[in-house]
């Protein structure tokens, strides 16, 4: 690839994600879309409809050997991501994929092996990667703001699972691939992962309902830090709360990007002045991961610190 000349770049799935990142990959100045693949024709012809000028294809397999790529990007559902990811790096393809990065660790293990072996560019779209209030968290630890941590609480409320927008992707709503370990704590695992050292599970457990899992509970030491994680499909607000409890100051993070300041009285909003983060932006991360610059994303060896986390809920209580 030449510097300087834009990123070809192909896209597997077509759901809700794929078709969000046709969209702003289409109107990013540093890519051109050269093909998509979806086995749905509905996808397909909605795609074709909105973005008439890629190549549309109903076999990722077919997008990955007949057009000429420098990357992918995989939003197909998560048993599928180690096979396509490894065909395309070892064809020489620079990789950004949705997490989780699988459902089996030894396909995890794999991904991470063929990408240490060959080199290639690779990245997992973790949202808080790049939300300015988890920087914003990032550098308040750096310039010891925060005091010692005496823990971090994860917690989160579903009144119904899978979440609306989701509800035609039908892999989210089951056991074997979705519920909401895999598609919403694993971004707030990964931020606690990079803000203080790898996790340890002490205790997790996990009811499971017709589809996915009704609840979960787990406890993780990240050094001599307790990180506390509960999740419940249950009646209620939909609630996404990570918070950081600092014996100077206290952090929160709820609905993706509002960042809360906690002390003695109470918590009280904080003002960011960064922009919040988007799929634009980690596009932009990936367009430096591909041209071997430092990026703020999450790359496969992080991606599978995270799937060993949520897969021990599964493993430990099957």
Same mark, same amino acid.
């Given at each position: 690839?030449?510097?300087?000349s834009r990123?070809?770049?192909?896209?597997?799935?077509?759901?809700?994600?794929?078709?969000?990142?046709l969209?702003?990959?289409q109107?990013?100045?540093?890519?051109?879309?050269?093909?998509?693949?979806?086995?749905?024709?509905?996808?397909?012809?909605?795609?074709?409809?909105?973005h008439?000028?890629?190549?549309?294809v109903?076999?990722?397999?077919?997008?990955?050997?007949?057009?000429?790529?420098?990357?992918?990007?995989?939003?197909?559902?998560?048993?599928?991501?180690a096979?396509?990811?490894?065909?395309?790096?070892?064809?020489?393809?620079?990789?950004?994929?949705?997490?989780?990065?699988?459902?089996?660790?030894a396909?995890?293990?794999?991904?991470?092996?063929?990408?240490?072996?060959?080199?290639?560019?690779?990245?997992?779209?973790?949202?808080?990667s790049d939300?300015?209030?988890?920087?914003?968290?990032?550098?308040?630890?750096?310039?010891?703001?925060?005091?010692?941590?005496?823990?971090i609480?994860?917690?989160?409320?579903? !009144?119904?699972?899978?979440?609306?927008?989701?509800?035609?992707?039908?892999?989210?709503?089951?056991?074997?691939q979705?519920?909401?370990?895999?598609?919403?704590?694993?971004? +707030?695992?990964?931020l606690?992962?990079?803000?203080?050292?790898?996790?340890?599970?002490?205790?997790?457990?996990?009811? +499971?309902?017709?589809?996915?899992?009704?609840?979960? +509970?787990?406890l993780?030491?990240?050094?001599?830090? !307790?990180?506390?994680?509960?999740?419940?499909?249950?009646?209620?607000?939909?609630?996404?709360?990570?918070?950081?409890?600092?014996?100077?100051?206290? +952090?929160?993070?709820?609905d993706?990007?509002r960042?809360?300041?906690?002390?003695?009285?109470?918590?009280?909003?904080?003002?960011?002045?960064?922009?919040?983060?988007?799929?634009?932006?980690?596009?932009?991360?990936f367009?430096?991961?591909?041209?071997?610059?430092?990026?703020?994303?999450?790359d496969?060896?992080?991606?599978?610190?995270?799937?060993?986390?949520?897969?021990?809920?599964?493993?430990?209580?099957?």
């Open positions: 690839m030449e510097d300087g990123i070809r770049l192909g896209i597997i799935g077509l759901g809700v994600m794929g078709a969000e990142m969209e702003v990959a109107r990013h100045p540093q890519f051109e879309v050269v093909a998509a693949a979806d086995p749905s024709t509905r996808a397909v012809a909605s795609a074709r409809t909105a008439p000028g890629p190549a549309y109903d076999d990722a397999d077919e997008l990955l050997g007949h057009h000429p790529l420098d990357a992918v990007y995989i939003a197909s559902p998560p048993a599928t991501h096979r396509y990811a490894i065909r395309a790096m070892e064809a020489g393809l620079a990789v950004f994929a949705e997490k989780p990065l699988a459902v089996d660790l396909e995890g293990r794999e991904m991470v092996r063929v990408a240490a072996a060959t080199g290639a560019p690779n990245a997992l779209n973790f949202v808080l939300r300015a209030a988890a920087l914003a968290v990032g550098d308040a630890l750096q310039k010891g703001q925060i005091g010692t941590i005496r823990g609480e994860l917690r989160f409320t579903f !009144p119904q699972w899978p979440r609306a927008f989701q509800e035609s992707a039908g892999w989210v709503a089951g056991r074997a979705g519920g909401f370990l895999r598609e919403v704590a694993s971004h +707030y695992l990964f606690t992962d990079r803000l203080l050292e790898p996790l340890e599970p002490v205790h997790t457990h996990v009811t +499971y309902g017709a589809r996915a899992e009704d609840t979960a +509970y787990g993780f030491l990240a050094g001599d830090v !307790p990180v506390t994680l509960s999740g419940q499909v249950a009646a209620g607000p939909e609630t996404y709360e990570w918070t950081l409890l600092g014996t100077e100051r206290s +952090y929160r993070i709820t993706w990007a960042l809360w300041l906690g002390d003695e009285q109470g918590w009280i909003p904080a003002d960011v002045d960064e922009p919040r983060g988007s799929e634009h932006t980690r596009l932009s991360e367009a430096r991961a591909v041209r071997g610059e430092d990026t703020t994303l999450a496969f060896a992080a991606g599978l610190r995270v799937q060993e986390l949520v897969e021990h809920f599964h493993r430990e209580n099957r």
